[in-house]
């Protein structure tokens, strides 16, 4: 598979015209152990193109922490190849996740935090294997993802494949347009034991210089039941600044009481000339029965090109 990954990366950028593009997160953070200083989160580095009219590609390179040390590592994080049919669309490859992008883009800040499903690992952002989407009315999507399970940065490990199933009506990139969305999403993934499973419920609105998102989500893994509910909202006071606000109730097993965590992020987005955004905000985690909490304070930055 990793052959094939590479073929398709040079292939892609020996025989076809593209574009080169990437974006950049860091932050100065201070919270209430005394912590503070510069952190560099993510650099992404993507070139997408078309080989025909039916066929185009997406590599994405993606650079972060390790997660068994500090070390910056550099991942691919895509090497998918799309090809358009009368039918439908179809991915292959190292293809990304249906489970959270239409979650995220309600959300609408990345670079100041993750989604909530990707936050709380309860899906892999990208993985290896084959995808189907397709139109079927009006605003109507609908997609199908089989994937190894094991996501992008690991090989896979056993006998079991992912099944992931989206269903979104209405529009899917409110970070950016206005309108409404709704939709679910259900994945399954058979193990030696119990099946994991997630189950995704969405919504969101935006206009009038206001968006909305709320999501709420169900896993079962290893016999467990976890679940969150995520509820954000974002105002453009003007056409360069926004006020936001997102909180996160977070359960990590139904059957105790007390074991969850409630998580706040609220401060401001300013959108500076040359791809540039600032966003000075305040984040806290507090634990379920309110006995611990912990205050950080950031200032997020984010550069596209």
């Known amino acids: 598979m990793k052959k094939i990954l590479l ?22 953070y201070s919270n209430t152990e005394k912590a503070s200083g510069f952190n560099f989160q993510r650099q992404y580095f993507g070139y997408v193109g078309d080989v025909s009219d039916q066929v185009s590609f997406k590599i994405l390179f993606d650079v972060g922490r390790s997660d068994s040390d500090t ?40 670079f100041i935090e993750k989604s ?3 936050k709380n690992g309860f899906s892999s952002t990208a993985d290896i294997g084959v995808g189907f989407s397709k139109s079927i009315i009006d605003n109507l999507n609908l997609s199908l993802l089989i994937v190894n399970g094991e996501g992008f940065k690991t090989p896979q490990g056993d006998k079991f494949q992912k099944i ?9 990139n409110l970070n950016k347009n206005d309108g409404y969305n709704g939709g679910l999403v259900y994945t399954t993934e058979s193990t030696d034991t119990d099946p994991t499973t997630m189950t995704s419920v969405f919504g969101g609105f935006a206009g009038i210089g206001l968006r909305l998102g709320g999501e709420y989500d169900m896993q079962t893994k290893d016999g467990i039941n976890l679940n969150i509910i995520s509820v954000s909202t974002n105002y453009a006071v003007r056409d360069n600044i ?3 606000t997102r909180y996160d109730i977070y359960d990590g097993d139904t059957s105790i009481d007390n074991d969850g965590e409630n998580y706040l ?16 905000n305040m984040r806290m985690t507090t ?9 950080e304070y950031k200032v997020n930055f984010q550069f596209k090109f």
């Not at 992931?164 to 899917?172: C, L, M, P, R, V």
């Not at 992020?265 to 000075?280: F, H, K, N």
């Open 7 to 28: 073929v398709v990366s040079i292939t892609g950028f020996m025989f076809a015209e593209g574009k080169i593009g990437g974006v950049t997160y860091f932050d100065y």
């Open 71 to 110: 070390r910056l590592t550099t991942y691919l994080k895509k090497a998918q190849v799309n090809y358009k049919s009368s039918f439908g669309k179809f991915n292959f490859g190292l293809i990304g996740m249906n489970t959270y992008a239409v979650q995220e883009s309600n959300w609408g800040y990345r």
């Open 116 to 118: 909530a499903i990707d």
């Open 164 to 172: 992931a199933f989206n269903a979104t009506y209405g529009e899917s």
């Open 242 to 244: 926004d006020i936001f």
């Open 265 to 280: 992020v609220t401060g401001i987005v300013l959108d500076c000339d040359g791809g540039i955004s600032v966003a000075p």
């Open 287 to 295: 634990s379920e029965d309110a006995s611990d909490s912990s205050t």
